[in-house]
């Protein structure tokens, strides 16, 4: 069964990057109909869908994050990224990684990651 | 973009059923037959439990049935049981991305 899992800091200073890695297992992330992507939820709130990137190197992001998100493909190690520019306290949340096969909403998630931002 | 409208909680008793529901636009809910729900545990991931409006993935109870009229899809569980109290979120295709509801607390009386 495939797996997700997130890595990376728990804390991020406000206007630095954040930067996040999610692990694939148990499935290849060079599968043609497969797209591996990264959703958030602030604390008490609702799902954000913040974007996708398929092994081919194509991206497709949230148009209200477009211009501070960066979401990168590794298939030599089966690993895709989140980098997150220029963050505030508005960018707290528990960030998870998922795929999408097909068109559909993801349907695979990870078990999610908590990141603060905070000086 | 505005975020998919969901009541803030539901409730109702075991066995009995419960409806949520999710209203968008024409943009997205009412554009597209792209509609999914997703069940969500304290402290857990979400899970995928309806996609493309009405269709379950393998494993999910036939408890759970999706629908859409309009700008408007609903989410109906039938047979309460208790570990059904959740957080439910809707999500919709709105042309180049994905959009979700706020969630709905259900709490099984």
């Known amino acids: 069964q495939l797996q997700l899992q997130e890595s990376g800091p728990g804390q991020v200073k406000p206007s630095e990057t954040l930067s996040l890695t999610c692990t694939v297992s148990?499935?290849?992330?060079?599968?043609?109909?497969?797209?591996w992507g990264w959703v958030r939820q602030p604390p008490g709130k609702g799902l954000e869908w913040i974007g996708t990137?398929?092994?081919?190197?194509?991206?497709n992001y949230n148009p209200s994050l477009k211009s501070r998100v960066t979401i990168s493909v590794d298939t030599s190690n089966n690993q895709f990224s989140l980098k997150l520019n220029s963050v505030t306290a508005a960018d707290t949340a528990v960030y998870y990684c998922e795929r999408e096969v097909g068109g559909t909403s993801p349907d695979s998630w990870g078990q999610g990651t908590l990141v603060t931002v905070s000086s | 973009q505005s975020a998919l409208t969901q009541p803030r909680s539901v409730s109702g008793s075991p066995g009995q059923s419960v409806t949520i529901s999710c209203t968008g636009t024409s943009s997205d809910v009412g554009g597209y037959n792209y509609v999914s729900w997703y069940q969500q545990h304290p402290g857990k991931a979400p899970k995928f439990i309806i996609y493309d409006v009405s269709k379950r993935p393998s494993g999910v109870p036939d408890r759970f049935s999706g629908s859409k009229s309009g700008n408007t899809a609903s989410l109906t569980i039938s047979g309460l049981q208790a570990d059904d109290e959740a957080d439910y979120h809707c999500c919709s295709y709105a042309g180049s991305y994905w959009v979700f509801g706020g969630g709905t607390k259900l709490t099984v009386l």
């Open positions: 990137v398929h092994y081919s190197g194509r991206t």
């Open positions: 148990s499935g290849s992330i060079s599968s043609t109909n497969s797209y």
